[in-house]
T-cell receptor, first 114, second 115 residues
């Protein structure tokens, strides 16, 4: 069964600190993995997309890693800001259908305190 | 920011009412999607479309229906709303899936509450 599991479920950090969010998946055949940021009451916004051959990708203070062998990914946030408070969703796409089906994790709810 | 719009953003209605959630995109994307999301839970695909006059049901069974008469427009309709339909509904679109990315762009969502 294709699944995406994220940890921790929620996280509270102080402004300026770093944090790392985890994602494990069992989706096969694998196409790509994305990290989305979803603010409360808004739609998800893409942060990074990585294919099988990529093992790291950065977008400003966000750095995602991918280990396709162990089927694990992480999202590292550097020097957190209050605006980073949101849900971070790991999404894996398969290449077994023309639709490019997406499998969503439940997200990690990050809260940044001043 | 992606050019995909949803209206209304918030809707509170009584049981038995018919409602239509609007979704429009100006990117010329062929594929469009509707997802349902409950608080703290993952997004579930309820409908998708490959293009005009194409509609398919997603992974999660839904009593809603969709139509795709124009490329840019993908409305979702509930003929008779019930409290169990209370949820957030997210619309998304993507370009042709021949590339490996097939990135989906999401609208802001409609928060539906049925009393």
């Amino acid at each position: 069964k294709n699944q995406v599991e994220q940890s921790p479920q929620s996280l509270i950090i102080l402004e300026g600190k770093n944090c790392t969010l985890q994602c494990n998946y069992t989706v096969s055949p694998f196409s790509n993995l994305r990290w989305y940021k979803q603010d409360t009451g808004r739609g998800p916004v893409s942060l990074t997309i990585m294919t099988f051959s990529e093992n790291t990708k950065s977008n400003g203070r966000y750095t995602a890693t991918l280990d396709a062998d162990t089927k694990q990914s992480s999202l590292h946030i550097t020097a957190s800001q209050l605006s980073d408070s949101a849900s971070y969703i790991c999404v894996v796409s398969d290449r077994g259908s023309t639709l490019g089906r997406l499998y969503f994790g439940r997200g990690t709810q990050l809260t940044v305190w001043p | 920011e992606a050019d995909i719009y949803q209206t209304p953003r918030y809707l509170v209605i009584g049981t038995g009412k018919k409602i239509t959630l609007e979704c429009s995109q100006t990117m010329g994307h062929d594929k469009m999607y509707w997802y349902q999301q409950d608080p703290g839970m993952e997004l579930h695909l309820i409908h998708y479309s490959y293009g005009v006059n194409s509609t398919e049901k997603g992974d999660l069974s839904s009593e809603s229906t969709v139509s795709r008469i124009r490329t840019e427009h993908f409305p979702l309709t509930l003929e008779s709303a019930r409290p169990s339909h209370t949820s957030q509904y997210l619309c998304a679109s993507s370009s042709d899936g021949r590339t490996s990315y097939n990135e989906q762009f999401f609208g802001p969502g409609t928060r539906l509450t049925v009393l």
